[in-house]
């Protein structure tokens, strides 16, 4: 029941149609009585900095950022959570008062997401595919590591990790040192040009017992099928998702994420 003392909450991108959030985020205040809810919002980068604006003089309870904004988002807060500083990309607003400030819950989100399958990070070494926003975050998720490697397109961008030239020789080499690969390049979402890039994966370079992850939440990648078939354990991006919900409800109520609630959510 949505009442004049309903607090809002949104989804901003440009598009949102896709985003899986409202579902979860309402599981969540559903499950624990919070008098809120969250709609989408497809905002235009032009508009971005006035629909803020317009949240703050509502006094919405917060926002979730996606494509294209966590940048622009990052810009617009007064304080900003140290993973959102250093990630320099900001995907949660929580509107304290006046101020706006920005946090970064998908690295967390990704941590949580390889806890929660059973991966134990001490000594161990990834290989992260792509530098863009979601390579930092997920870098700076696994920061307790021994070692993380990158192999990039434009690897003299990456300032905060060991970056190597795309080619076939670097990808063979740092596959056969890892124990986990993560897959952050957008490639995946578009199925034409995908079999052709994980064809050019040395998949058979990695070595018994290592994880192959992605990020793509609403299908799975070929990455991902290709490995299995290999007999390696694999990782689709629901997980984060689900965690880094998680953390944004935390952060906008001070309450337990319930879970169960969200990530049943998720799966219908």
């Known amino acids: 029941m949505i009442t004049g003392r309903t607090r809002l909450a949104a989804v901003l991108g440009w598009p949102v149609s896709h985003s899986k959030s409202p579902p979860m985020?309402?599981?969540a205040f559903a499950a624990t009585g919070v008098d809120a809810v969250m709609v989408p919002m497809a905002v235009p980068p032009e508009d971005f900095a006035a629909t803020?604006?317009?949240?703050?003089?509502?006094?919405?309870?917060?926002?979730?950022?996606?494509?294209?904004?966590k940048?622009?988002?990052?810009?617009l807060c007064h304080e900003l959570s140290p993973a959102a500083r250093d990630?320099?990309?900001v995907n949660c607003l929580a509107?304290?008062?006046?101020l706006v400030v920005g946090h970064n819950t998908d690295a967390g989100g990704f941590e949580d997401s390889l806890t929660a399958a059973g991966w134990t990070s001490q000594g161990k070494r990834a290989l992260i595919l792509g530098a863009g926003g979601s390579a930092r975050a997920v870098a700076y998720g696994l920061r307790q590591l021994r070692a993380i490697e990158v192999i990039a397109r434009r690897p003299?961008?990456?300032?905060?990790?060991?970056?190597w030239p795309w080619d076939e020789e670097n990808l063979r080499d740092a596959m056969s040192r890892a124990d986990l690969v993560i897959d952050c390049t957008p490639t995946a979402l578009d199925p034409a040009t995908e079999p052709a890039f994980v064809a050019g994966l040395p998949l058979d370079a990695l070595r018994p017992g290592a994880w192959v992850a992605s990020l793509v939440y609403h299908r799975e990648p070929l990455v991902l099928t290709r490995a299995k078939a290999a007999g390696h354990t694999t990782l689709d991006g629901r997980g984060m998702l689900l965690h880094q919900a998680a953390r944004a409800f935390t952060i906008w109520t001070g309450l337990p994420a319930p879970i169960d609630a969200m990530s049943a959510a998720l799966s219908e």
Do not use: C, F, Q, Y
């Open 71 to 75: 940048l622009a988002a990052h810009a």
């Open 52 to 69: 803020i604006a317009t949240l703050r003089t509502v006094k919405a309870l917060g926002a979730s950022v996606t494509v294209p904004h």
């Open 87 to 89: 990630i320099g990309a």
């Open 95 to 98: 509107l304290d008062g006046e």
């Open 25 to 27: 985020m309402n599981a």
């Open 156 to 163: 003299n961008d990456v300032t905060w990790a060991r970056a």
